[in-house]
């Protein structure tokens, strides 16, 4: 079975860029996150979707994150415009409820961000 | 405050040593989810397991097990007879149901380098 993938799995942009990164989970998922992972604040929860709508993006930094799932199998975070500080692993994951409650949460590999 | 602890920041053995990950929770949810991750060199997060508050059960899988304790809110992970193939950062993670449990707190991992 096809796990969660994304892509680009590393991206070297300049500071100023616009940058996206895109998710598609896993069929049948009806949870999606993004998550960051950095040296100084280890993993963070950014956004999460539930059926395509945004239920939590209190962990988005600042308006230079926007995030999208335009339908069930695909979803971006853009970075407009990026900055230094924005180097980090990106992290898409889903989860489908369990009928026992609490999700089950898979990750992707990671997408790699360095700006310069 | 911090939901998770994994005191080991990084943990060296000799191949074939028995090897634990300790992971202490805090949480005032009557019910939440326990988890451990492996994240290999590679950089993926590959999920291992999850537990339900509810399940103190101990659970064994090959050469992984797994003891949970509430009464001193613990989620030790052991493995036993490691190999190098196990060198990656271990991290354990909580959801609580009263967030909807679809936000993990990870803890800041544990380095296990396994030496051949």
């Known amino acids: 079975d096809a796990g969660v993938i994304q892509s680009p799995r590393h991206e070297v942009t300049e500071m100023g860029q616009e940058v996206t990164l895109r998710c598609k989970p896993i069929?049948?998922?009806?949870?999606l996150f993004w998550y960051r992972q950095t040296m100084m604040r280890g993993l963070e929860l950014l956004i999460y979707?539930?059926?395509?709508?945004?239920?939590?993006d209190s962990g988005m930094p600042e308006d230079r994150f926007s995030a999208k799932m335009p339908n069930a199998s695909f979803s971006t975070l853009k970075i407009q415009p990026s900055e230094p500080r924005d180097s980090a692993v990106y992290f898409c994951?889903?989860?489908?409820?369990?009928?026992?409650?609490?999700?089950?949460?898979?990750f992707g590999e990671g997408s790699w961000l360095t700006v310069v | 405050a911090q939901k998770v602890t994994q005191a080991q920041t990084e943990i060296s053995v000799v191949e074939k040593e028995d090897v634990t990950l300790d992971c202490v929770y805090e949480?005032?949810?009557?019910?939440?989810?326990l988890f451990w991750y492996k994240q290999p060199p590679s950089g993926e997060l590959v999920f291992l397991i999850r537990?339900?508050?509810?399940?103190?059960q101990n659970e064994i899988s090959g050469r992984y097990s797994w003891n949970f304790q509430k009464s001193t809110s613990s989620f030790n992970f052991t493995i036993t007879a490691s190999q190098v193939v196990d060198s990656a950062v271990y991290f354990c993670?909580?959801?609580?149901?009263?967030?909807?449990?679809?936000?993990?707190?990870f803890g800041t991992g544990t380095r296990l380098t396994v030496i051949p």
């Open positions: 994951a889903s989860s489908s409820k369990l009928t026992a409650g609490g999700n089950t949460i898979y």
């Open positions: 069929s049948g998922h009806d949870y």
């Open positions: 979707f539930n059926n395509n709508v945004p239920i939590d």
């Open positions: 949480t005032r949810d009557t019910t939440y989810y």
């Open positions: 537990r339900n508050s509810f399940d103190e």
């Open positions: 993670a909580l959801s609580e149901a009263g967030t909807g449990a679809n936000n993990l707190f």
